[in-house]
Nanobody, 125 residues
Framework: QVQLVESGGGLVQAGGSLRLSCKAS????????MGWIRQAPGKEREFVAG????????YYADSVEGRVTISRDNAKNTVYLQMNSLTLEDTAVYYC??????????????????WGQGTPVTVSS
């Protein structure tokens, strides 16, 4: 059974930084692409970033490009989302997700079938 547990969210001032973590269990982590989406109050879910199984390919939404870095540590079964220069528009619940099939790219969150419970990020002015 695949389980994803996010952590690292919280309250941060605009311009600040946060690092989110997502620890996976239940299957061989290094075989699967991972990614992050977010959902702000009253808005649709939005793809944030994705990373291939090997970590060699990464993908970002235009809204976060240059401010956010996704990475993974396959030895720790963990994927990270480093967020810098946070703005009020980054306020959302952030979810970690992963694909069903191995060796994917992680570029399309519609292919993510397993999700964590989410970690809230609130950016204050």
């Amino acid at each position: 059974q695949v389980q994803l547990v996010e952590s690292g969210g919280g309250l941060v001032q605009a311009g600040g930084s946060l690092r989110l973590s997502c620890k996976a269990s239940g299957r061989t982590f290094s075989r699967y692409a991972m990614g992050w989406i977010r959902q702000a109050p009253g808005k649709e879910r939005e793809f944030v970033a994705g990373i291939s199984a090997s970590g060699s390919r990464t993908y970002y939404a235009d809204s976060v490009e240059g401010r956010v870095t996704i990475s993974r540590d396959n030895a720790k079964n963990t994927v990270y989302l480093q967020m810098n220069s946070l703005t009020l528009e980054d306020t959302a619940v952030y979810y970690c997700g992963t694909e069903e099939r191995p060796y994917g790219l992680g570029s399309n969150h519609n292919e993510f079938v397993y999700w964590g419970q989410g970690t809230p990020v609130t950016v204050s002015s």
